[in-house]
């Protein structure tokens, strides 16, 4: 008698409408803070207090197209695609090191094309790596119990991408890469004593590159003790404190900061937060956390939820680069964590996070959406 083999079908439900929202309402206080936080930056350079804000609307309108795409896109057909966009994205972090290749601002050379449109590689390099390593991880089994053969060829390509992501230098973006990773090495089973001994691995190396230089080693002290050199090292830490500690509670009103005139530098990308205290006060920085910990939250749901195996860990992988990028900012702007220099998603000014995060949560939608029905 011959077995009936059972098929499974795929049936769409609601997206989910509390990660939606919850996007929405950051993607909106984002928007809000860069106009106030920017203002003043851009009048002294441009005559425009709009300025930055009419960027980011320009980026978030490239950002929904991008978005509205991933999310219709049946995702299962990345997998393949995975690679080679993990691939031309290296090539791409190559090709910022390049001068006259690579756009250079304030000591960095992280973008490519020109000043007034560019796009940052070391951004998409977070969503492609997440890409490519939920291709691999879905199709090993169990062999990522196995260091030699599971995690340490992984573990190589995740210290080359973020290699050449220090040499830019942005040691931030690097550090997420290599977070990242880990995140998914152990969502995906492997061992926990394997991840601490690549960990312990790294180490050294991520020693020798802050020692090395005198910039990084400057905001490594800054950050045992900001008030040694208020002045200097410690100045950007210093300032976004008094920000914050301005604000007390209630704030002291949507647009009526001081930091954000020229006391605190980055008012509107990497310190936004320390002028969203200032503004709204504890209770505006704690409603952000919130959104961000729901976020958190609602993605994990999707993860567990997840059809297929590469659905999983592309879910934990955008999750996980969102969310831990979010409290290292909140981190570094309370003193919590050494200034690495990176934006806090949503909010911060910048294209190419913009783009990659909404990107990211297309996707986390797009599968929250499947079921499998048997």
């Not at 290599?178 to 969502?187: E, G, P």
């Not at 200097?232 to 005139?261: E, Y």
């Not at 503004?279 to 956390?289: F, N, Q, R, T, Y």
Request: proline content about 4%; overall charge positive; some cysteine.
């Amino acid at each position: 008698m011959k077995q009936r083999v059972q098929r499974s079908t795929w049936v769409t439900v609601p997206p989910d409408s509390i990660l939606f929202g919850v996007v929405a309402a950051l993607v909106g206080i984002g928007l809000i803070m860069i106009f106030s936080a920017s203002s003043a930056t851009a009048v002294r350079s441009f005559h425009d207090e709009a300025y930055f804000l009419k960027r980011q609307l320009s980026w978030l309108g490239v950002g929904l197209i991008a978005a509205i795409a991933a999310y219709q896109f049946d995702y299962r057909k990345l997998a393949k695609l995975a690679s080679p966009l993990f691939l031309i994205n290296l090539a791409m972090l190559f090709l910022v090191l390049i001068p006259h290749i690579g756009f250079e601002s304030n000591g960095a050379r992280r973008w490519l094309g020109f000043s007034s449109l560019s796009i940052q590689p070391s951004e998409f390099a977070k969503l492609t790596l997440v890409l490519y390593f939920a291709s691999v991880l879905s199709k090993s089994g169990g062999i990522v119990r196995d260091l030699r053969r599971g995690i340490f060829p992984l573990a190589t390509l995740t210290l080359v991408a973020s290699a050449l992501v220090l040499l830019e230098p942005d040691m931030g973006t690097a550090s997420l890469l290599v977070m990242t990773a880990f995140v998914m090495f152990y969502a995906a089973g492997a061992r926990l004593s394997h991840i601490l001994l690549l960990t312990g691995a790294m180490l050294p190396a991520a020693a020798m590159a802050v020692l090395h230089s005198s910039y990084k080693r400057a905001r490594i002290l800054a950050f045992l003790d900001p008030w040694k050199d208020p002045q200097n090292t410690g100045f950007h830490i210093v300032q976004s404190l008094l920000a914050l500690g301005s604000g007390g509670v209630l704030g002291l009103g949507l647009g009526v900061s001081r930091q954000k005139f020229f006391w605190l530098p980055e008012p509107y990308t990497d310190f936004i937060f320390a002028i969203l205290g200032e503004e709204l006060g504890l209770i505006g920085a704690v409603s952000v956390v919130i959104l961000f910990v729901i976020f958190a939250y609602r993605a994990i749901r999707i993860a567990v939820a997840a059809p297929d195996r590469f659905g999983f860990f592309v879910a934990v992988g955008c999750a996980a680069m969102i969310v831990i990028q979010a409290f290292i900012n909140i981190g570094v702007v309370t003193s919590s964590w050494p200034v690495t220099g990176v934006p806090l998603p949503f909010i911060s000014f910048g294209g190419s996070s913009l783009v990659v995060n909404l990107v990211a949560v297309a996707l986390l939608i797009n599968i929250g959406r499947r079921r499998i029905v048997r």
